[in-house]
């Protein structure tokens, strides 16, 4: 099995980097999806609309640090995964100077941007939306500068990476806020009525966002079979599984647990937050095979 | 939206996929190894290396055998090549050797691979 072959060569270090990596990543796309959530629905009561905002504000701290952790971490690597070689200048230099460094540049200033999701909305209307939301562009070119997608065509292969992003960032802002929802009593109509325009605007962004990874993928690996014969296409193949698993969850939610949830059944807020926390973790899940997948292996084969 | 603007994004979509379905390579491969992987050579070899098909910056090139690491001359800097070449400083022991590497490509893809080879007397 070729992902099996991948794996074997796997040192400490590398094991650490992609953790620090998955931890980017979820930082990342958590801090842009509670811009995308905010902008999605303005009329968010209080104190969700703070918790929210919060929760993104941290979330791209997290994630400030994490890619700055990635740096040295990345020096070393090239060094042969050891500790003199995370602090030798001419690798942190090397690093820094190539593509990498561009990333790091954009993803800190994006994510800096973020925190104006703090801004009071009504004392300075449309400014803290703004400057956020600009964040979370910069924050998302940070992400086509490294890798295939920064190959040609750049600006499809750019462009497809950014929409998958963008859909995948509000689907997982979206978690927090809607199991905080969901702990409301069953029929509050405020919650009833966010987690029901949800489903309506998840259902066009899970299509964005399978839409754009499927061309991706294929326009990536050059056709069908290297999904299968190449430990790129494995892992791959995995993250695919783990997204229909959540998928199927997004589908339970919105057509059995959200209308029952409307419709007061008093089991309703348990069932449903226990399934947002299930996506949670496929969540978690697809991140750590996706740094596995752009870590250690290549569509080259 | 209608199901006419979804059949057009579609059929749109499905033309681009077919216009541009050939292999994306963005960044370097390996190309090849001195001496190839898994080959056997007779005596001490000139040269070990590796080429791409794109330059590559190496940051690690260690040949390890029975005596522990080989030292190597004329080790090329971190300077972007698509030939990396090195000679090994004295003569090598008959045995099995393992060539360990890692680099940066252009496109901020870090790089790793292994490759070995028998020396006979």
């Given at each position: 099995m070729a992902w099996l072959s991948a794996l074997a060569g796997v040192d400490a270090w590398t094991v650490a980097l992609m953790l620090v990596t998955a931890g980017f990543h979820a930082g990342a796309l958590l801090a842009a999806g509670a811009v995308l959530f905010r902008l999605a629905f303005p009329g968010l009561p209080d104190p969700e609309r703070r918790a929210v905002s919060r929760t993104g504000a941290v979330a791209a701290w997290v994630a400030i640090v994490l890619a700055l952790i990635q740096w040295p971490l990345q020096a070393g690597y090239l060094g042969g995964g050891n500790?003199?070689?995370?602090?030798?200048?001419?690798?942190?230099?090397?690093?820094?100077?190539?593509?990498?460094?561009?990333?790091?540049?954009?993803?800190?200033?994006?994510?800096?941007?973020?925190?104006?999701?703090?801004?009071?909305?009504?004392?300075?209307?449309?400014?803290?939306?703004?400057?956020?939301?600009?964040?979370?562009?910069?924050?998302?070119?940070?992400?086509?500068?490294?890798?295939?997608?920064?190959?040609?065509?750049?600006?499809?292969?750019?462009?497809?990476?950014?929409?998958h992003l963008l859909a995948a960032a509000f689907w997982i802002g979206s978690l927090w806020p809607l199991y905080r929802l969901a702990g409301q009593p069953a029929a509050d109509p405020a919650a009833a009525r966010i987690l029901d325009r949800f489903g309506r605007i998840a259902l066009f962004a899970v299509g964005l966002l399978v839409l754009a990874g499927a061309v991706l993928a294929v326009l990536l690996a050059g056709g069908v079979t290297p999904l299968f014969t190449t430990a790129w296409g494995q892992f791959l193949l995995a993250k695919v599984l783990l997204v229909a698993l959540l998928l199927l969850l997004a589908a339970l939610n919105k057509w059995r647990l959200v209308p029952a949830f409307s419709r007061g059944d008093t089991t309703a807020p348990r069932r449903l937050r226990r399934s947002i926390a299930v996506e949670g973790v496929l969540v978690a899940a697809v991140l750590g095979v996706t740094a596995i997948l752009t870590g250690i292996t290549s569509p080259n084969g | 939206m209608t199901m006419i603007t979804r059949n057009t994004l579609l059929s749109g979509l499905a033309a681009l996929l077919l216009a541009v379905a050939t292999p994306l390579l963005a960044h370097?491969?390996?190309?090849?190894?001195?001496?190839?992987?898994?080959?056997?050579v007779q005596g001490t070899p000139e040269e070990i290396g590796i080429h791409f098909d794109g330059a590559m910056r190496i940051t690690q090139f260690d040949v390890t055998g029975p005596q522990g690491r080989v030292s190597l001359e004329n080790q090329p800097g971190n300077e972007s090549t698509e030939e990396y070449r090195v000679r090994p400083a004295g003569s090598m022991e008959p045995g099995s050797y393992e060539v360990r590497w890692r680099g940066l490509a252009r496109d901020g893809h870090m790089m790793s691979d292994t490759f070995r080879f028998t020396v006979e007397d």
């Open positions: 500790v003199s070689a995370a602090f030798d200048p001419a690798l942190l230099g090397m690093v820094f100077e190539g593509a990498q460094g561009t990333r790091l540049v954009l993803a800190g200033a994006g994510l800096l941007l973020v925190q104006a999701i703090l801004l009071d909305a009504r004392r300075l209307p449309g400014v803290g939306y703004g400057l956020s939301l600009g964040g979370v562009l910069l924050a998302m070119l940070a992400f086509v500068q490294v890798g295939h997608t920064a190959g040609e065509p750049r600006v499809l292969l750019g462009g497809l990476l950014i929409l | 370097e491969g390996e190309m090849g190894q001195v001496p190839n992987d898994g080959s056997t």
